[in-house]
């Protein structure tokens, strides 16, 4: 799945829009390199978003196409 899309349906990030662009400036990072908005997420990766002077890290447990908004939250656990 990639990754803008990822943080949308995980509710990390509320818009893809949004999602996408925080990609594009730089403030994802997978795995400790940055994250292009197409570029695939997968179980065991570890993502890192930027944001203002926050960092905050979470790691994929699972991926899913849709999920609810309760289930939204065992997608990923924070670290």
Known sequence: ???DKFL???RIIKRRTVANEA???GRVLIN???AKPGMEV???DIIQIRFGENIRRYEVIS???HVSKGEATG???EL
């Open 63 to 65: 991926v899913k196409e």
């Open 32 to 34: 400790e390199k940055v």
């Open 23 to 25: 990609c594009s400036q």
């Open 75 to 77: 997608m990923y656990r």
């Open 8 to 10: 949308k349906v995980s």
């Open 42 to 44: 997968k179980e065991g």
């Open 1 to 3: 799945m990639r990754i």
